[in-house]
């Protein structure tokens, strides 16, 4: 059977990044990979940062939204059924940052694919700066995301201190403790900086598995109010992007924006933008497509729209 692993986390916690150490650890074994980016966007800009990874042994696939939720697990279940075919050793699954980790589990346990799929892994990445002031959908989702992990990564912890860090590991545990979620985060959590990471790491992490722990389901993502919005071939100035982003993010006539993504063109040189409450990253990338996504709940697409187009 092939083995699927789930990686989850919270918007920008940094999966994707994770990802692409985690799939190298299995090439380098000489595996077969496939990667299925499971977003509920119509555009998923994440399958443009992993195209470097592409090679003999590793293909990349898509299950996009714009459809209804209904539509969209169909297309998921169908995605995983097509993927059986291809004699890969290991399926990885990077869903979006809200996404509900009962559809994996659901999915994966339904026929036709119960014959051919075994779950191996759920590890969830966790910003290691996480912010305290989190809504309680924010938190629940937090919550649904590490209920099911074998283990819990934290990310950029060479950029924060132990105090942050614990402060971090104090919310998981409010976070559990608001969906009466029993677990021992002590023993799950990996804290270090990833460009440490050794084969040993990366063997336990690769041998986590996951568990079965009950907690009070008190959304899905289908009524959670979250929503992404994206404009393509809106110009962007490279010079005013970060101003925009932080009026985005700050200024609640936009709603409650939690991250914005995408990329643009610059003198014929690409850009690939990411932004959370806590950071902003901009960095040349060799191809892009002109896109720029908003996630968040309450948005108001029209002033978002507005302010980016200036």
């Known amino acids: 059977m092939i083995k699927v692993d789930l990686i989850t986390g919270f918007l920008g916690s940094g999966k994707t990044t994770f990802l692409k150490l ?6 380098d074994q000489g595996l077969k990979i496939g990667i299925l980016e499971n977003d509920y966007g119509a555009v998923n800009v994440d399958m443009l940062l992993l195209n470097d990874l592409r090679c003999d042994n590793l293909e990349l696939e898509m299950v996009a939204g714009g459809c209804d939720a209904d539509c969209h697990r169909r297309r998921f279940k169908t995605k995983l059924i097509a993927m059986a075919m291809t004699g890969y050793d290991r399926v990885i699954i990077e869903p979006s940052g809200i996404f509900d980790v009962d559809e994996f589990f659901d999915v994966v346990r339904d026929e036709p694919l119960d014959k051919w799929y075994e779950i191996g892994n759920v590890i969830t990445i966790v ?3 996480l912010e ?3 809504s309680k959908t924010n938190d629940f989702f937090l919550a649904s995301q590490i209920a099911n992990a074998g283990t819990i990564i934290l990310s950029k912890a060479q950029l924060t201190d132990e105090n942050h860090i614990n402060a971090t590991i104090e919310h ?12 021992d985060l002590t023993s799950m959590i990996i804290s270090k900086n990833w460009d440490d990471f050794t084969s040993q790491d990366f063997d336990t992490i690769a041998n986590c598995g996951y568990k079965t ?35 985005l993010m700050t200024d609640n006539k936009y709603g409650n924006v939690l991250r ?12 690939q933008f990411n932004s959370t409450k806590n950071e902003f990253d901009l960095k040349e990338i060799p191809v ?3 896109v720029f996504i908003i996630i968040g709940d309450s948005l108001n697409e029209e002033e978002i729209k507005k302010l980016i187009s200036q």
């Open 213 to 247: 722990r009950s907690y009070i389901k008190r959304l899905t993502t289908d009524n959670s109010g979250y929503k992404t919005v994206y404009f393509l071939d809106i110009p962007v100035d490279i010079n005013t992007i970060e101003e925009k982003i932080h009026f």
């Open 127 to 129: 910003d290691s700066r």
């Open 22 to 27: 985690y799939a190298k650890y299995f090439l």
């Open 260 to 271: 914005a993504k995408g990329f643009f063109k610059n003198n014929d040189t690409w850009y």
């Open 172 to 183: 998981l545990k409010r976070a559990a403790e608001g969906s009466n979620l029993s677990i």
């Open 132 to 134: 305290d002031n989190f």
């Open 288 to 290: 892009g497509q002109q």
